[in-house]
């Protein structure tokens, strides 16, 4: 069974949130992560933008179909 633990960057063109290709088992593992900032083309409107763990979100599905969001930034 897939996972339904997501990541999700937010395109500081558009404003749309898209799937990237980082998984974390749990939202710890998101929250402790150091993530390096990179930029990709967003699926949206196709302009370059920012990959860093403040535009992130990590969603988590719960077993009763709730889903958590966790939003990255920077924990100093």
Not at 3 to 9: F, N
Not at 17 to 30: L, S
Not at 56 to 62: A, K, Y
Request: with cysteine; glycine share 6%; proline share 1%.
């Amino acid at each position: 069974m897939e996972s339904e633990e997501s990541v999700y960057s937010h395109c500081q063109n558009c404003g749309r949130w898209f799937r990237v290709g980082i998984r974390f088992a749990t939202a710890e593992e998101f929250i402790d992560a150091k993530i390096r900032k990179r930029t990709v083309d967003c699926p949206f409107c196709g302009k370059n933008t920012l990959v860093e763990k403040q535009y992130l979100r990590f969603d988590e599905q719960r077993i009763d179909g709730h889903i958590t969001h966790v939003e990255g930034r920077y924990f100093v």
